[in-house]
């Protein structure tokens, strides 16, 4: 609260002081606009919702400061999370008459209604009714199935039950190895059981001076503990692949001496295969001298006195046991390291041949060329809703959000804020659409005919030295899916939102906006979700790359849903201060979880606490909400 002091203080002296200026920070500060309060999440779910608990409850929120609030049904297709079915049903006459209801009596005490258009999380199965409806909204998925032998060879190959035929290739596999000798490898002790347990391991060399610089690069499952020279450098220990998927770096240039010096490292697994992996990277440059973890290491069971010194008698240990360099099962590719492992694209194929003619009725029959080959036919099959399809998307909007518009057209913008969208599920990266003439024109080159890219690493550019790589093959596809699924849903979304002045927020899977898992759920993360005018995140999340893509697509707001699960007992005082590093970092509007209309039942202890007048801090809750304003 001083903190807020202050910053009233400071509006309050600038605005005396430039009293000539259009705009009195003071007088904003006194009379901020009611669209920055709290946003909670009101669940219209438990016990039946009847008109007048709606009037009451709306009018407790009015006196805690709240004027902004989300009608979300928990339970609209049936019991749910220990919910019974919500009464009345989503979309239902009675439902959209109470929605009215409240819309009514929220503009009579200033309060804002957002709508929850359940397309995410506890779902009402609106994608699901928009395919029973209009089966050619339906997507497919690409499939395949191979066989490698050793041609000449006749290889018959069957579609699937229920799968489509689309393609068949013939290659041979590209089995050129790479050396790969500058590059660390996984070590470890070669007779150490799986399971918990330490292996100290040494590396010794000379230096005829100390380099400018020294850096260490250094990951291991599930835990080290590095010495140079007897000293400690550091540490870290974690159980999932979240620590050795990543090598930590240390400066160790104070550490080192001219003459002898050695590495020390403590390595601990907890559970399955362990793996230790060191770069030692001295000077930089072209002059810089790379000591790669090999059979160079010294490995023991236990320790001794001085063990970490370069003085020590490791002539007793035995030599290290070389697992191989990532990226490597079970730990794929390692961030961080100064030679990052060659990007793994598959297996190796060469001399592609399109062999779709071979195809009868779903049955591949083909002579596999001289050598090793592998033969692959192609399939697709019935998938979920087809988000790359504009006619689809355009139905999809038209159950919430068009009926919103024909009953409330005259409240959007005004009595209604916005929406709110939470877990939007994952985007389809096929479709038919990527199979016909607009993928085609926009790519330059048609994709059933690549096929083999899309699984496989094809290293001759399909014998075209000016066709498409790999990677671009894939690039590509992603995009054009990314832009097709833009073009069916998300900018027509966003579009209906910004012609009716109105904000869509959001809080998706990939919460971090990590690159990697919103690839895999949303194809582009910030090129997808940059249609909305809050994106933003859980409190398991980050709050600063949505920041970013507001910030990059001008974007009014940044969402921040929170406290989830955070218990009854969380206070106000705890709150705020658990909020304000995401306010810090970008957050300006708080999305509280959450408000309920009943706690029947044993629903409400699925995700406690109830941040509204069942607290006996709600007395004092104008206070937080107005501090946010």
Known sequence: MTHLCCCLLFAAGLGAAQDDQTVDI???????????????????????VEKDRIRRQLERMAEGGIYNVIVLNLAPSGPLYGSAADDPPFLTEQWWDLFGDALAEAKRLGIRMWFY?????????????????NPE??????????????????????????????AAFTALLDTTKKDQSDRANWIWDKDAPDGTLKRHFRRSFDLDAVPEKARIHITCDNGYVLFVNGDKVGEESTYDESGWRHAETYDVTAQLRAGRNTVAVIAEN??????????ILLGEGDGQQRIMSDAAYRVSETDAPGWESPDFDDSGWKSAHVIGPPPRAPWGAVHGLSLGAEPSLGTKIRRVRNVSDAIVDGVLRVQAPLGKARVQLFYTLPGGFDYQNPEAGAALLDIVHGEMERRFGDELGKGIAGSFQDEFPALPRFSRRMLGYEFMQRAGFDLK???????????????????PTTIQVRCDAADIAAAFCEEAFFIPLFEWHERHGMICGYDQTVRNADPIRGEQYYINYFKTMRHYGAPGNDMDGDIKPHQSIADLYGRPRVWMEAFHSSGWGQTIEETAALLHPWVLFGATLFNPHAIYYSIHGSYWEWAPPDTGW?????AHYKGFALSLI
Not at 36 to 48: L, N, T
Not at 138 to 166: F, M, S
Not at 449 to 467: N, R, S
Not at 614 to 618: A, D, G, H, N
């Open 137 to 166: 909204f339906r997507g497919i998925t690409l499939h395949r199935v191979l066989k490698d032998v050793e041609g000449p060879a006749e290889v018959v190959l069957e579609t699937p039950p229920g799968g489509e035929a689309l």
């Open 614 to 618: 069942r607290q006996p801090y709600f």
């Open 449 to 467: 005919d690549y096929l083999p890219a899309l699984f496989d690493d094809v290293t001759d550019q399909f014998g075209d030295p000016q066709g």
């Open 270 to 279: 907890l559970g399955g295969a362990g793996g230790l992996l060191v770069e």
């Open 26 to 48: 003071a007088t904003a500060f006194r009379e901020a606009p009611r669209d920055f309060s709290p946003v909670p999440i009101w669940w219209w779910s438990g016990d039946r």
């Open 117 to 133: 258009d359940q397309l995410g999380f506890s779902g009402a199965g609106l994608q699901a009714r928009v395919v029973r409806d």
